[in-house]
Nanobody, 122 residues
Framework: VQLQASGGGLVQAGGSLRLSCAAS????????IAWFRQAPGKEREFVAI???????FNGESVKGRFTISRDDAKNTIYLQMNSLKPEDTAVYYC?????????????????WGQGTQVTVSS
């Protein structure tokens, strides 16, 4: 099983980035896939989730700015991040869970990617 996150980088405040997470080794379209992030010295934070049926949900801190999507044909999910702020700086992780009853609970996800760094300068 592998989740490969990519697309991070350095961007100025107000800019955009698109993260990708390519999955392999499990039945992708049966899984709920989420993005989490972790800033230095802070707890891991839920960002957004795309449920196996296609419905999506964003965390409060990114609503209206980030969009999560999935392409089941490519076993890939995306996180389009617009209007980035310095407080969005973190390592972003994708995670897959077969049964997720509380999307913010990281323990409910079976598989995790290695993370990709996003840095937003002011």
């Amino acid at each position: 099983v592998q989740l490969q996150a990519s697309g991070g980088g350095l961007v100025q405040a107000g800019g955009s980035l698109r993260l990708s997470c390519a999955a392999s080794g499990f039945t992708f379209d049966d899984y709920n896939i989420a993005w989490f992030r972790q800033a230095p010295g802070k707890e891991r934070e839920f960002v957004a989730i795309t449920w196996s049926g296609g419905r999506t949900f964003n965390g409060e801190s990114v609503k209206g700015r980030f969009t999560i999507s999935r392409d089941d044909a490519k076993n890939t999910i995306y996180l389009q991040m617009n209007s980035l702020k310095p407080e969005d700086t973190a390592v972003y992780y994708c995670a897959a869970g077969r049964y997720v009853y509380s999307n913010t609970d990281s323990s409910q996800y079976n598989y995790w990617g290695q993370g990709t760094q996003v840095t937003v300068s002011s």
